[in-house]
């Protein structure tokens, strides 16, 4: 009997040792998070060259959701992702008034252009006011690609067709195709059809298949493109990786993480350009 219960505890310590062995390497495997994100963090290759950096730097893997910005925001309400990484300021706060999230952190900006065929049916390239470049597609009924997604770039169009006194709801007519899908089939389709459409500058510097595509209108203030982060509500959805959410937040806007997206180029030129620390950004 004795022997048997040395055995046994032999055999329990053994486990024991075991468990303690295997208990690091669990945790560490399970420094992962969901960040549902816009689509354009995603088509402009930002988390292609980023998310390697966080993975050395924090040791967090992230596993990105690339939709719409209306899209992310709906998956974080469901607590199917722990961050948010978007770029639609309005519907950023509503997510904050429902209580879907505590606090909204500015991460970075860039600016949206207007693209549209080298011929330019409409005559607009090189204006310098979006509200008179979208009338002249409407008057002349040019070909215009939206998104029609709920995307951060869909809530934007449709804001500058409001501004120039267009509702596009009840004046657009066969010219204005909304495709329902992301920044990169719609640069696609505007590329195919001869078509203007509306792209955040990042991913038409990243986009590859430009076609007859070119910029006509930029460098309108109201052609801003501001990107926020939210840690989903823990306290709503307790599934939510709360550290590791937090912890890849602050590397974001820290100034290592805010160096590290403005060294993000190509050609030469900047994609994001930082601004965390901005007031009301």
Not at 34 to 53: E, M
Not at 154 to 182: M, N, P, R
Not at 229 to 254: A, C, R, T, W
Request: with cysteine.
């Amino acid at each position: 009997m004795i022997f048997i219960h040395t055995r046994r505890t032999l055999i329990a310590i053994a486990a024991l040792g075991l468990v303690l062995a295997v208990a690091p390497t669990m945790a560490q495997e399970d420094r992962s998070i969901v960040v549902a994100s816009t689509t354009s963090t995603q088509d402009s290759g930002l988390f292609d060259y980023l998310l390697p950096i966080i993975k050395q730097k924090t040791g967090i893997t992230v596993k990105v959701v690339a939709q719409g910005t209306g899209q992310a925001l709906d998956t974080a309400r469901r607590g199917d992702a722990d961050v948010v990484f978007v770029h639609a300021k309005a519907e950023e706060l509503k997510f904050l008034a429902e209580g879907e999230s505590l606090k909204r952190y500015p991460v970075m900006y860039n600016d949206f252009v207007l693209l549209g065929p080298k011929n330019d049916p409409a005559g607009v390239a090189g204006m310098k006011d979006i509200g008179h470049a979208l009338r002249g597609i409407k008057d002349r009924r040019a070909s215009f690609i939206s998104r029609g997604d709920r995307s951060g770039t869909h809530v934007a169009e449709l804001a500058l067709w409001k501004d120039t006194g267009i509702d596009i709801d009840t004046e657009k007519g066969s010219w204005y195709k909304s495709i329902g899908q992301g920044m990169g089939a719609a640069l696609n389709t505007a590329s195919a059809s001869n078509a203007y459409v509306l792209c955040d500058r990042a991913t038409w510097l990243h986009f590859r298949n430009k076609g007859e595509l070119q910029i006509a209108v930029e460098g309108d203030r109201r052609m801003f493109n501001q990107y926020g982060v939210m840690l989903v509500n823990p306290d709503k959805h307790p599934n939510v990786k709360k550290l590791l959410g937090q912890e890849f937040i602050n590397y974001l806007i820290s100034p290592a993480g805010q160096n590290d997206i403005a060294n993000y180029e190509i050609d030469g030129q900047p994609l994001f350009y930082p601004n965390a620390n901005q007031a009301g950004a």
